[in-house]
């Protein structure tokens, strides 16, 4: 279309009309062949039509006089049997026969317009740059599904990275559980822990069925406040409870909060010594759900925790980052201790969490 306006512009007097109307007639065909492109791929008709078009412009040098280099007629077959590849790349043998079409009707054009000089040069060359045109598309081709086998194998890859890591979590969360509820039961059984209240029997109850409730396969909603309250006979810590419920969220936030609520009692009960724990829960204005416990004991450096102790970093810092919250430990020598627990709720659940919110404090 493009070298169609160039013709029209460089043709002389007497052939500007019938120029005109041939540029006209090949300004159509591009726009109704982009119009019909963008609603269904091109069919076996199009080369005909497309053949057609070439035909009318080529063999027009009968009429209008040879074209040599440069000139529009030369310029169109140029283009086309570069981008002819690029039109019917779902149909390679397509982009030749149009190819091949353009350079014959050139040729047959000049010869009948009575000039054959360089003819045979300038089809050489046009099929010369039509076949690198076409080695260039397979080289795109060839590295785009080189590039597709790379990113099929690297999703191939993550997808079972997903599943080691899944698997991994589920076999912490276990070992979590574990910690938290009959292994915590036999160290306060082996450590001389008489069962003077009655408390053994309720406690191996309440294990039981934590582990019975699996709570990371749990999907449905659950009331943490209806958990938090089953706190309030721990045995061997007087808790104070101040719960504004209900407060219902999905089943692996609320066992999170609730089984490290009890981890946060166990090390009150070991390590606090004699005190009062205040065990607060409800939503701030935002709708984030927020629980406390705070105890007035002797305190702790975080810092100063081994590593291998995975009651803080684990039972409580890690399984509240799996289940898309918050959980902080603030704590010092002779200051008592405060766990705090934040869920935003399914609104923030994805969205981004400071490292720092998620660490422990002194």
């Known amino acids: ?36 492109r963008f609603r269904r791929p091109p069919t076996d008709w199009f080369i005909a039509a497309e053949g057609l078009m ?89 590295g785009a599904r080189a590039a597709d086998r790379i990113a099929e194998r690297a999703a191939h890859r993550r997808r079972e990275a997903a599943i ?32 003077s209240d009655g408390w053994l029997p309720d ?9 019975g409730s699996v709570p990371g396969t749990v999907a449905r909603d659950v009331d943490l406040s209806s958990l938090l309250r089953t706190l309030s006979e721990y045995p061997g810590v007087p808790i104070r409870l101040d719960i504004r419920g209900p ?27 004699d005190t009062d724990v205040c065990l607060c829960a409800g939503r701030d204005h935002g709708g984030r759900v927020l629980v406390e416990l705070r105890d007035l004991g002797c305190g702790f450096n975080p810092a100063d925790v081994p590593t291998h102790r995975r009651g803080i970093s684990g039972s409580i810092v890690a399984r509240m980052s ?5 959980a902080q430990v603030v704590s010092r020598p002779g200051a008592g201790t405060t766990v705090r627990w934040i869920w935003p709720g399914s609104e923030g659940r994805d969205q981004h969490v400071d490292h720092a919110d998620r660490t422990t404090t002194a």
């Open 164 to 195: 080691a890591a899944a698997r991994r979590a589920a076999e912490l969360e276990d070992l979590a559980m574990l910690h938290d509820t009959a292994s915590t039961t036999l160290l306060m059984v082996s450590s001389g822990t008489l069962d």
């Open 322 to 326: 799996a289940a898309h919250g918050i």
């Open 54 to 142: 070439l035909l009318s412009v080529t063999l027009s040098q009968v009429h209008l006089g040879p074209q040599t280099v440069g000139s529009w007629t030369f310029v169109v077959v140029s283009i086309t049997t570069v981008t002819c590849h690029f039109e019917w790349v779902h149909w390679p043998a397509g982009g030749f026969i149009v190819a091949v079409l353009s350079i014959g009707s050139y040729a047959l054009g000049n010869l009948l317009s009575g000039h054959d000089e360089g003819v045979a040069s300038h089809c050489l060359g046009f099929a010369v740059q039509s076949f690198l045109a076409w080695m260039s598309l397979a080289l795109v081709r060839a």
């Open 247 to 273: 407060l219902t969220i999905p089943a692996k936030p609320a066992f999170a909060i609730f089984l490290g609520a009890q981890e946060a009692l166990n090390n009150v009960r070991q390590h606090a010594g």
């Open 1 to 36: 279309m493009l070298s169609g306006v160039f013709g029209v512009v460089a043709v002389g007097t007497d052939g500007a009309l019938a120029t005109a109307c041939l540029v006209g007639y090949a300004t159509a065909w591009c726009f109704f062949q982009t119009y019909w």
């Open 203 to 211: 406690r191996a109850r309440h294990d039981l069925e934590v582990l």
